[in-house]
């Protein structure tokens, strides 16, 4: 839970995740709509990756990444046992 913490303590990889929501997508197609280069990207979805919150894929020659909603279901279930 520790990584799933560190991913989310960033406003880039926030915004990631936010994207993800919609649908999938290439790390180029993330890139476009950042003003940060690309190899700051991909090390914002290695680390989102990490934390289990993005899944990647290889479609043809590019990775697409998707959101991981289960972890977030278990963030939430977590975060409503602490309201007992």
């Known amino acids: 839970m520790?990584?799933?913490f560190k991913a989310l303590?960033?406003?880039t990889r926030r915004q990631i995740v936010e994207l993800l929501?919609?649908?999938d997508m290439n790390a180029g197609e993330i890139?476009?709509?950042?003003?940060?280069?690309?190899?700051?990207i991909s090390?914002?979805?290695?680390?989102?990756k990490q934390a289990d919150l993005v899944s990647s894929e290889?479609?043809?020659q590019f990775v697409e990444y998707s959101l991981n909603t289960t972890i977030?279901?278990?963030?939430?279930?977590?975060?409503?046992t602490l309201k007992k």
């Open 72 to 80: 977030l279901e278990d963030l939430i279930n977590w975060i409503l």
């Open 2 to 4: 520790n990584k799933l």
């Open 31 to 40: 890139a476009e709509r950042f003003d940060i280069s690309k190899p700051s």
């Open 21 to 23: 929501k919609e649908k």
């Open 43 to 48: 090390h914002h979805l290695d680390i989102l």
């Open 9 to 11: 303590n960033d406003e």
């Open 58 to 60: 290889k479609r043809g």
